[in-house]
Nanobody, 123 residues
């Protein structure tokens, strides 16, 4: 059974940074990404990264502030989040796709999901 586990969430003030991590076995076999869901809102795609990290993709709302990265040797995916805003408050989910992915933002493209880690940004 594939297990996807996120960590690193927490409570921060606006303008501060957080680094999320996601671990899963055989990470190198998967395209990886992050989604988030704020209270009362639909889940939205945040970012994705190809197998070796050669290509990265971001939602416009986080472009320039968030950086996705992966260390396949450590079976770990990262999301560095800088200059956090209150609107970034959400549950963040790590996702994995066997690939190839046609629409990075489509939930149906991803085969495995973590349980989520909460990020709360106070103003």
């Amino acid at each position: 059974q594939v297990q996807v586990m996120e960590s690193g969430g927490g409570l921060v003030q606006a303008g501060e940074s957080l680094r999320l991590a996601c671990t899963m076995s055989d990470l190198q076999d998967y395209i990886m990404g992050w989604f988030r869901q704020a209270p009362g809102k639909e889940r939205e795609w945040v970012s994705s990264i190809t197998w070796t990290g050669g290509s990265t993709y971001y939602a416009d709302s986080v472009k320039g502030r968030f950086t996705i990265d992966r260390d396949n040797a450590k079976n770990t995916l990262y999301l560095q989040m800088n200059n956090l805003k209150p609107e970034d408050t959400a549950m963040y989910y790590c996702v994995a796709a066997l690939g190839p992915v046609g629409d990075w933002s489509s939930e149906s493209e991803y085969n495995y999901w973590g349980q989520g880690t909460q990020v709360t940004v106070s103003s």
